[in-house]
Structures are given as structure tokens and as C-alpha cells.
């Protein structure tokens, strides 16, 4: 009986543990199922091993047209095959127009605008010894342009023209207009007087630094302001210097030209003025002397940063190596010039 009754209990504790199977496997499943986000996490991250990395490559904003670029004025071909889109040169003596392309469009003039400036601050004979400060009413909103003249700096009034004409420093120019007898507005209403006087028809002066592109002007009213300035020694020395260095409280701050042709000894520049802004591109105008003529070269609208001074390469080269040019009978075509020039 006892027997019996130990092999009914065994037999039910064999059923008992054959009933509990599926209910263990279940729990050890539930026990996979929490912890397979970790097993799936390691797996995608071993495939990740595996995948090609795509690397995404940042392409640059395009830099924005200048005036002469949306205006389709880069389109015009010229003999010379000039990067300039505009250009013109003039014998200053004779008003023979030697060579231009696309010569009275009006374009934004950058910093060439500081030639006038200089022209304003030369003729009012004012003190040139006198010390301006700079304030921060000198400091650029239209370009957020750096300076290495910070506000409170303070130099005399030749030594802003200076760094003005040679290294186109534009608080200086901004200080020179600003401390005229009857501030900045007087000063450039007095720009725009000067221009009309010249004849210069198609320019127009916002500000005396050249930093707006309202500040604009053709190739042909250039060349007359270019003849015009070459008759002030002080503009002639200063546009031409090399270098010039200021005292700034404890420190001395050396200052290059502009443009790098005035220490090219194959190059004997009487005048000259570079300027850029995104909407003039790259400008320059000369008064040099080349093949025994004293020319007026101007260059607005030039697309790389060295293509003025390649244009203006160009020019010297081909007027020294053409015979022709040494003619210098005044054709018609010069007529206009002459008059403009002749009246100044």
C-alpha cells in the first residue's frame, strides 16, 4: 500500500514537473525577450561596423555678382583680352584715348572713392598737423570692415591722409570727411560739388570711404579726376608711398600701399588708388609712364584678386611693344576727352 501510494506520488511529481516545462520555458523566454534590446543594440551596432560611411561634403555659399557681372558686362571681349570689364587708357598730354572697353558704364567705385576725399582734404589747406581721434562713429556699419585704428586712436590729420591714399584705411578716410569744417554732410555734398565742376557727369558720392556701393562713377569721369589729382604734389607722394609707419600709443603700426606695382621698378607710377567691394570688384586707377607717355589707366570690375594688376600688365606690355603707339596725334575719337580734360 505504501509502495503504491510512493510510485502514485512519484508518478505525480513526474506529471507535476512535465506540466511546469512549458511554464518555466515561457518565463526564461519573458526573461530573452527583456533583455533582446540589448542584444539588438549590439548586433545593429556591429552591422554599423560594416556600412559604408557616406560623408556629406559643405559646399561654400557662392560669392555674390558684382554690378558689372549682373549687368553682362564680363561678356564684352576686347583685343587685350582683359579681366577688367572695364578699362580705358588715355595719353594724359595729348587726350589720345589708346585704348577702352565698356568706358561709360556707371559701376560701383569702392575705394577709389578716398581719391576725392583726398582731393577735398588737400585743397582746404587745413592744418595737417592737427590730431583727429577716432571715434566710433568712424567705425564701419555697411561692411562690418575691420581697422587696425581702434576707436580712441589718435593721429594728425596728414597721417590719416596717408594711410588713407596709400593703405585705404577706412576710418581714416571716415575721420578726415567726419572732422571737415561742417561735418560729414557738408563734406560730401562738397565730393559731389567738386565732380560736377570737373565734369565728371556720371559720378555720385554717398560717403568719403567708399565702402557703400552708391558711392559710383564711369571709367571716363575717373580718368578726368586721376589728370585732375596728378596736379597735387601732396596726392602725388602719399597715393605713391611704399610703406609709412604710425605711433599708436605703445605700439608702432607699419603700413604697405596698396598696390604692389609702385615697388616694381619696371613701373613709374605718378598716382595711383586701388579699391574693392563685393559689388565693384577689383578697381584701380594710374597715372604711369610708359614708352616715354604719361597715361591714365583705369581699371573697374575685375574679377580676381590680382587680375587689375595682370590687366594693367598687360596694357604696359602691349603699348611698349607697338610701335604705332608712340604716334601721338589725337584721333576723333579723343575729341570729347580733350574737352573734359582741356577745361578742368
Not at 276 to 305: H, N
Request: net charge positive.
Amino acid at each position: 500500500m505504501l509502495k503504491r501510494a510512493l510510485v502514485h506520488l512519484g508518478f505525480g511529481s513526474l506529471v507535476a514537473a512535465l506540466l511546469l516545462l512549458p511554464l518555466e520555458a515561457s518565463a526564461t523566454q519573458r526573461k530573452k525577450v527583456r533583455i533582446a534590446p540589448h542584444a539588438v543594440k549590439h548586433v545593429v551596432a556591429k552591422k554599423k561596423l560594416h556600412q559604408k560611411v557616406v560623408h556629406t561634403k559643405v559646399v561654400a555659399a557662392p560669392k555674390a555678382p558684382s554690378f558689372g557681372q549682373l549687368a553682362g558686362l564680363h561678356g564684352a571681349q576686347d583685343a587685350l583680352d582683359l579681366k577688367s570689364s572695364v578699362a580705358f587708357v588715355v595719353d594724359q598730354d595729348t587726350k589720345e584715348v589708346l585704348f577702352s572697353k565698356n568706358e561709360s558704364a556707371v559701376l560701383p567705385i569702392a575705394s577709389i572713392t578716398k581719391l576725392m576725399t583726398g582731393v577735398l582734404v588737400s585743397e582746404a589747406r587745413l592744418p595737417m598737423d592737427e590730431t583727429i581721434e577716432i571715434t566710433q562713429a568712424d567705425v564701419d556699419t555697411e561692411k562690418g570692415s575691420s581697422s587696425r585704428l581702434r576707436v580712441g586712436t589718435e593721429l594728425s590729420r596728414g597721417e590719416l591722409l596717408h594711410l588713407a591714399l596709400m593703405a585705404s584705411e577706412n576710418r581714416a578716410a571716415h575721420a578726415l570727411g567726419r572732422t571737415y569744417p561742417g561735418g560729414l554732410q557738408t563734406f560730401v555734398s562738397l565730393m559731389n560739388n567738386k565732380a560736377r565742376v570737373l565734369g565728371m557727369r556720371d559720378t555720385q558720392y554717398v560717403e568719403p570711404t567708399g565702402l557703400s556701393s552708391r558711392n559710383q562713377s564711369s571709367a571716363k569721369d575717373l580718368a578726368t579726376l586721376v589728370n585732375y589729382a596728378y596736379s597735387d604734389p601732396t596726392l602725388r607722394e602719399l597715393s605713391t608711398s611704399t610703406g609709412y609707419q604710425v605711433e599708436v600709443g605703445n605700439r608702432t603700426l607699419q603700413y604697405n600701399n596698396t598696390n604692389r606695382l609702385v615697388k616694381n621698378p619696371a613701373w613709374d607710377i605718378g598716382l595711383q588708388k586701388t579699391g574693392y567691394i563685393t559689388e565693384a570688384g577689383q578697381c584701380l586707377v594710374m597715372q604711369a609712364k610708359i614708352a616715354g607717355r604719361k597715361l591714365i589707366m583705369v581699371f573697374l570690375d575685375s574679377a580676381g584678386k590680382l587680375s587689375r594688376i595682370g590687366d594693367a600688365e598687360r596694357v604696359r606690355r602691349w603699348v611698349e611693344s607697338t610701335p604705332s603707339l608712340a604716334t601721338r596725334s589725337a584721333p576723333l575719337a579723343s575729341r570729347e576727352m580733350d574737352r573734359r580734360i582741356v577745361s578742368n
